[in-house]
């Protein structure tokens, strides 16, 4: 059972479309954190949000925490093909990082 | 490149056997981690080790046991094999190794198959 879930599990859109991943919880976290997992490789850390209500804006990506620190999202604007990949949401507890089961994002040319 | 190295990049063993994968950790860092990811149940925390010392445990069979040497590095090792264990094995490091709103950067991954 994952603490954190996801939605959509899977997501295919052309290039220059947006997009958003969800990532919920019932359980509130210290901060979340966003990765993304390309194919034969260990996730990269994208972003980590510590602050309900806080918004954090890396060029196209815009990434959103909850008020009551349970949920997150993730906004992609102008998606390109080297957006493609498993994006993880994960949250932090003491010393703990727990996963959801990732959205896998395919941006076709 | 994170700068976590991680080998063997694959292994292939039987049920029943015993294997040791290994981590070096990013230089600087004192922290490593590890991961097991798998179809069914996605990236799951199994331990933390800070310093030499165990840090805190996830879902870590009791089959499965670790360690971090002097020199930082960590072997992770995994016993009585079954099938359900192939999975990938991801080690991560990072560098106070206090809190997991650390940035945490993961190695390329061992990619375990149980026969």
């Known amino acids: 059972t994952q603490l954190l879930e996801q939605s959509p599990q899977f997501l295919s859109i052309q290039e220059g479309e947006n997009l958003t991943v969800y990532c919920n919880s019932s359980?509130?976290?210290?901060?979340l954190q966003w990765y993304r997992q390309e194919p034969g490789e260990g996730p990269v850390l994208l972003v980590t949000?510590?602050?309900?209500?806080e918004v954090k804006k890396l060029k196209r990506l815009t990434f959103q925490f909850g008020d009551a620190r349970k949920d997150s999202s993730l906004h992609i604007t102008a998606a390109q093909p080297g957006d493609t990949g498993l994006y993880l949401c994960a949250g932090a507890e003491d010393y703990k990082l727990s996963f959801g089961a990732g959205t896998t994002v395919t941006v076709r040319a | 490149d994170s700068g976590v190295t991680q080998t063997p990049k694959h292994l292939i063993t039987a049920t029943g056997q015993r294997v040791t994968l290994r981590c070096s950790p990013r230089?600087?860092?004192?922290?490593v981690y590890w991961y097991q990811q798998s179809l069914d149940q996605g990236l799951q925390f199994l331990i933390q080790y800070y310093n030499g010392e165990e840090r805190a445990k996830g879902n870590i069979l009791e089959r499965f046991s670790a360690q971090q040497f002097p020199d930082l590095h960590s072997e992770l090792n995994l016993s009585s094999l079954e099938l359900g264990d192939s999975a990938l094995y991801f080690c991560a490091s990072s560098p106070r190794g206090g809190l997991a709103q650390e940035t945490q950067y993961f190695g390329p991954g061992t990619r375990l198959l149980v026969l």
């Open positions: 949000v510590v602050t309900g209500g």
């Open positions: 359980s509130v976290f210290s901060s």
């Open positions: 230089s600087g860092d004192l922290s």
